[in-house]
T-cell receptor
């Protein structure tokens, strides 16, 4: 079963705008990761945030983590048409195998 | 350096048949994981292998099996295919045994069961 859910399920914005996606999960985690998937192809790792971190940046990406609310958000600033893809959050539990538990994903459409 | 490679990229089977999917990890990576992604959903964990040993198994029936070879490549086998097995099967590799870091995914094998 999916670990959590992402909100919104779909998001359509214009180029240059910011895109925010949210992820909720159900149990305690070791870290949370965000992945991107283009048109049903392989997933590409974007960023990892550990349970003792609250915010992390990578280029145009900003991720926040609120462990008390069991939620995370991904902000993409100054979106480009090339950012059009599905975005998934994935959680990792302490002591488990290299297992990612994925959310349901947000489909982002960036139009010119 | 080559990324994770999977074969075949697409295949069509009929119900009751058997399928074998193959994966070659990134050079130096000893851990391989398999995920199933049904259309419109996030990937779901099937197996993880490290140094040829099974380290994790998801909630999948015994029709699903896998193995890892001495060169760290891996096969996923699915017997007695059902329509519901139609999905994108993703392989991922990692240099680590237990997971705190990122996984590196291949492009997937898209299985259609008719």
């Amino acid at each position: 079963s999916q670990q959590g859910e992402e909100d919104p399920q779909a998001l359509s914005i214009q180029e240059g705008e910011n895109a925010t996606m949210n992820c909720s999960y159900k149990t305690s985690i070791n870290n949370l990761q965000w992945y991107r998937q283009n048109s049903g192809r392989g997933l590409v790792h974007l960023i990892l945030i550990r349970s003792n971190e609250r915010e992390k940046h990578s280029g145009r990406l900003r991720v926040t983590l609120d462990t008390s609310k069991k939620s995370s958000s991904l902000l993409i600033t100054a979106s480009r048409a090339a950012d059009t893809a599905s975005y998934f959050c994935a959680t990792v539990f302490t002591g488990t195998a290299s297992k990612l538990t994925f959310g349901t994903g947000t489909r982002l459409q960036v139009t010119l | 350096d080559a990324g994770v490679t999977q074969s075949p990229t697409h295949l069509i089977k009929t119900r009751g048949q058997h399928v074998t999917l193959r994966c070659s990890p990134i050079s130096g990576h000893k851990s391989v994981s398999w995920y199933q992604q049904v259309l419109g959903q996030g990937p779901q964990f099937i197996f993880q292998y490290y140094e040829k040993e099974e380290r994790g198994r998801g909630n999948f029936p015994d029709r699903f099996s896998a193995r890892q070879f001495p060169n760290y490549s891996s096969e996923l086998n699915v017997n007695a295919l059902l329509l519901g097995d139609s999905a994108l099967y993703l392989c991922a590799s990692s240099p680590r045994d237990r997971g705190t870091g990122e996984l590196f995914f291949g492009e997937g094998s898209r299985l259609t069961v008719l």
